[in-house]
T-cell receptor, first 114, second 117 residues
């Protein structure tokens, strides 16, 4: 079985400060990891993914994530937050050798204060 | 590229009505489409997975006679909420995945806000 944990329901950060949204996972075999963002009344938009290779993955809108195999984590980061980054963020995992159906975390609401 | 169009974006109807939601992949062929339901401030709940030309696979607890899914072509899947009731009111989101894309992200539609009076 595969699972994803996003331990924080909400993250608050001041504009211009760095942000981190946490994600840990459990999967059999090698993981495929994804981050998505959802704005109000919209579907999810893909931000970035880790499949293999460099542990630091860069994605859209200045976001990046670091894959840490020993800690089974894939935290989302951005060096300098914008008010417009305020949204709901979802981490997802899929096993490279198992089900093609991904498992999503419960989501983390990011609020960036001016 | 990889655009998924979902219609309608918003629908209000009376209890007992059936509502059809369409999900189209505009610039790629979607072997697999997923249907999710999302309650306010909550995560996505996978309802069913549909593969083109075959019956949908429903998650446990989802009534297949209530939520009819058809994936008749590689670019279109539909979800029909039959005899809708107020408790069916929710935000429904579809996503699509192309052939042989095990390491590719899903592409999501913009969702349908369904309100049953």
């Amino acid at each position: 079985a595969q699972s994803v944990a996003q331990p924080e329901d909400q993250v608050n950060v001041a504009e211009g400060n760095p942000l981190t949204v946490k994600c840990t996972y459990s999967v059999s075999g090698n993981p495929y990891l994804f981050w998505y963002v959802q704005y109000p009344n919209r579907g999810l938009q893909f931000l970035l993914k880790y499949i293999t290779g460099d542990n630091l993955v860069k994605g859209s809108y200045g976001f990046e994530a670091e894959f840490n195999k020993s800690q089974t984590s894939f935290h989302l980061k951005k060096p300098s937050a914008l008010v417009s980054d305020s949204a709901l963020y979802f981490c997802a995992v899929r096993s490279s050798g198992g089900s093609y159906i991904p498992t999503f975390g419960r989501g983390t609401s990011l609020i960036v204060h001016p | 590229g990889a655009v998924v169009s979902q219609h309608p974006s918003w629908v209000i109807c009376k209890s007992g009505t059936s509502v059809k939601i369409e999900c189209r992949s505009l610039d790629f062929q979607a072997t697999t489409m997923f249907w999710y339901r999302q309650f306010p401030k909550q995560s996505l709940m996978l309802m069913a997975t549909s593969n083109e030309g075959s019956k949908a696979t429903y998650e446990q607890g989802v009534e297949k006679d209530k939520f009819l899914i058809n994936h008749a072509s590689l670019t279109l899947s539909t979800l029909t909420v039959t005899s809708a009731h107020p408790e069916d009111s929710s935000f429904y989101i579809c996503s699509a995945q192309s052939t042989g894309s095990g390491n590719q992200p899903q592409h999501f539609g913009d969702g349908t806000r369904l309100s049953i009076l």
